[in-house]
C-alpha cells in the first residue's frame, strides 16, 4: 500500500495557471486576472492534494491498513477525493454530506463504491461531522481525516500549491480563494506571505452564511464554501479582507466564466471568480490570482451551463 500510495504523486498538483484574457477585456480590468485551475488534479479537484498528503501520512505511519474504514464528513470535493484514493488503494470508505450537494457527486461517490450518507440541510456541515462522530463510535478500525481541524490540510498547501503558486507567478500581487475548511487559504498564504508580506490575502464565503465577517450562518446554495462555523485550522490572522457573494450570483459568475474563458468549474469557482473581478475593479496594475477548486461537471443538474441560462 505504501508503494502504490506514492504512484499518485505524479497525478497531483502542478495544475496549470492562465490569465483570464476574455474576462479582462470584458470588464474592462484595471489589474491582471489570473486562474489556477484545479480540476486536472487526480478526482477533479483540489481536495485531492489535501487527501493524498493525509492519508500518505497515515499510511506511512501504519494507521491506515486494508482493513481500515476512511470516515469523513464533507459537502463533496473532499468525499470525491477519498472515494477516489479509497478505490484505488481497495478500502473501504464512507461519505456523510449535506442533502443539498449535487446529485453528480453522490454518483460520483457512488461509482467510486463509496457509501454515502446524507443529513439534513438545516444541521449543515455541523450535521455531517456529528454523524461521524456517531460512525467513529461504531467502528473500531476506522480512520477519520477531519479535515476542519487536522493541520495536515493545511500543510499539503504549504508545501504543494502555494509553492507553485510563487514559482509561476513571482509578481503577485493579490491571493483569492474561497473558505470551506480553510485549508488551502491558510496553507497557500502562510507560504506566500513568507515569502512576500506585502502579499494581499482575500477569503471569499457565502452571504448567506458569512460567519467570518461575524453574521449568523444560513443554508446557502454554494458547495465547497461556507461551512456555517469558523474552521479550527483556518489562521484569520492571515485574512486580510472577506469578500461575501450571494449564492444566485456565484452561480452566475461560474455561467460567466463557461461562457467567457470556456472553463466549466464548479459554483465555489464562480463565487471566488466574483471577488476576484471586483478586486480587480477596484485596484489597477495588480497580480491578482485565482484558485477555481473544481471541475464543473459534478454540477450539471444545477442548469448553470445549460444554453440560455440567466440570473438577473
Do not use: W
Amino acid at each position: 500500500m505504501k508503494n502504490k500510495i506514492l504512484e499518485l504523486s505524479k497525478y497531483i498538483g502542478n495544475t496549470k495557471i492562465i490569465k483570464a484574457n476574455n474576462l479582462m477585456k470584458k470588464y474592462n480590468l484595471k489589474s491582471n486576472l489570473y486562474l489556477k485551475i484545479e480540476s486536472s488534479n487526480y478526482s477533479g479537484s483540489i481536495k485531492d492534494r489535501l487527501v493524498y498528503y493525509i492519508i500518505k501520512d497515515a499510511i506511512e505511519k501504519d494507521i491506515i491498513n486494508k482493513n481500515t474504514i476512511i470516515l469523513e464528513a464533507t459537502s463533496g470535493n473532499t468525499g470525491i477525493s477519498i472515494a477516489a484514493i479509497s478505490n484505488y488503494l481497495g478500502i473501504k470508505c464512507i461519505i456523510v454530506m449535506p442533502e443539498t450537494v449535487s446529485i453528480e457527486r453522490i454518483k460520483i461517490l457512488e461509482n467510486y463504491n463509496a457509501e454515502v450518507i446524507l443529513t439534513t440541510s438545516e444541521e449543515g456541515m455541523s450535521g455531517s461531522i456529528k454523524k461521524v462522530e456517531e460512525l467513529e463510535r461504531l467502528y473500531d478500525n476506522h480512520f477519520t481525516l477531519d479535515q476542519f481541524n487536522n493541520p495536515l490540510g493545511v500543510l499539503a498547501h504549504y508545501y504543494m500549491t502555494g509553492p507553485e503558486i510563487y514559482k509561476n507567478l513571482k509578481t503577485l500581487d493579490i491571493f483569492v480563494c474561497g473558505i470551506g475548511t480553510g485549508t488551502t487559504f491558510t496553507g497557500c498564504c502562510k507560504y506566500l506571505k513568507e515569502k512576500n508580506k506585502d502579499i494581499y490575502c482575500v477569503g471569499v464565503e457565502p452571504f448567506e452564511s458569512n460567519v467570518l465577517k461575524g453574521n449568523n450562518k444560513s443554508s446557502h446554495l454554494i458547495e465547497g464554501i461556507g461551512a456555517g462555523f469558523i474552521p479550527k485550522v483556518l489562521d484569520i490572522s492571515l485574512l486580510d479582507e472577506v469578500i461575501d457573494i450571494k449564492s444566485l450570483d456565484a452561480y452566475k459568475y461560474t455561467n460567466i466564466l463557461y461562457k467567457e474563458e470556456n472553463l466549466k468549474c464548479g459554483i465555489s469557482s464562480g463565487a471566488a471568480l466574483f471577488a476576484g473581478i471586483n478586486l480587480c475593479k477596484k485596484y489597477t496594475d495588480k497580480n491578482i490570482l485565482v484558485i477555481l477548486p473544481d471541475d464543473g461537471n459534478r454540477y450539471i443538474s444545477k442548469g448553470v451551463f445549460d444554453e440560455g441560462f440567466k440570473i438577473n
